[in-house]
């Protein structure tokens, strides 16, 4: 298996949360060429917040990709020059209060979709949390937090409502980083 040729690239056109580009490449065995979207974001991190009776921190928001309101847990972009840990911790205080003074424990990373997106989704365990501030929502978030025993999680994963691929993969991690 051999990578494929770049032959060219489109300037960016700036999508907000994505920077869209056209890429041309070419087939190493057939030397058919295609042009291929990719689009360039920052990398993303999400937390499992575990608190010290054992709860998880979970969120519940609107999701505009699918009309729906989903079970999360805390996650966003990672900031240029941020360390992915730290950008964790920030997003779990921002959407739901909730701290710890130890270090968040990475779990992970994986590629959320490498047909089109080039970044990676960093995942991390915070032990220990409480509630010790008020969330800072951004302008377009509505979030309320949840908490559930970790069994309970898995069984929401198991019954299908909770289907967001990046917070699947969060506890994929974890099932394998506990066993």
Same mark, same amino acid.
């Given at each position: 298996?051999?990578?494929?040729?770049?032959? /060219?690239? /489109?300037?960016?056109?700036?999508?907000?949360?994505?920077?869209?580009? #056209? &890429?041309?490449?070419?087939?190493?065995?057939?030397?058919?060429? /295609?042009?291929?979207?990719?689009?360039? /974001?920052? $990398? #993303?991190?999400?937390?499992?917040?575990?608190?010290?009776? +054992?709860?998880?921190?979970? !969120?519940?928001?609107?999701?505009?990709?699918?009309?729906? !309101?989903?079970?999360?847990?805390?996650?966003?972009?990672?900031?240029?020059?941020?360390?992915?840990?730290?950008?964790?911790?920030? %997003?779990?205080?921002? %959407?739901?209060?909730?701290?710890?003074? %130890?270090?968040? &424990?990475?779990?992970?990373?994986?590629?959320?979709?490498?047909?089109?997106?080039?970044?990676?989704?960093?995942?991390?365990? #915070?032990?220990?949390?409480?509630?010790?501030?008020?969330?800072?929502?951004?302008?377009?978030?509505? &979030?309320?937090?949840?908490?559930? +025993?970790? +069994?309970?999680?898995?069984?929401?994963?198991?019954?299908?409502? &909770? $289907?967001?691929?990046?917070?699947?993969?969060?506890?994929?991690?974890?099932?394998?980083?506990?066993?």
């Amino acid at each position: 298996m051999e990578k494929w040729k770049t032959v /060219s690239i /489109s300037k960016e056109i700036d999508l907000k949360i994505f920077k869209a580009q #056209w &890429i041309k490449r070419e087939n190493p065995q057939s030397l058919l060429q /295609s042009e291929f979207i990719v689009l360039n /974001s920052p $990398n #993303w991190v999400n937390v499992i917040p575990i608190t010290s009776d +054992d709860k998880v921190v979970m !969120i519940k928001q609107y999701r505009h990709g699918t009309d729906e !309101i989903t079970l999360e847990v805390p996650g966003g972009l990672v900031d240029d020059g941020e360390d992915p840990a730290d950008a964790s911790v920030r %997003e779990c205080v921002e %959407e739901t209060g909730y701290f710890s003074s %130890e270090r968040p &424990i990475y779990l992970g990373v994986n590629r959320p979709n490498p047909a089109f997106l080039n970044n990676y989704c960093f995942s991390f365990l #915070w032990r220990d949390v409480e509630k010790r501030f008020n969330p800072k929502f951004d302008s377009n978030e509505e &979030i309320e937090v949840v908490l559930f +025993d970790l +069994d309970e999680v898995y069984n929401k994963i198991e019954r299908g409502e &909770i $289907n967001h691929s990046m917070v699947l993969n969060a506890f994929f991690f974890l099932k394998l980083f506990l066993k």
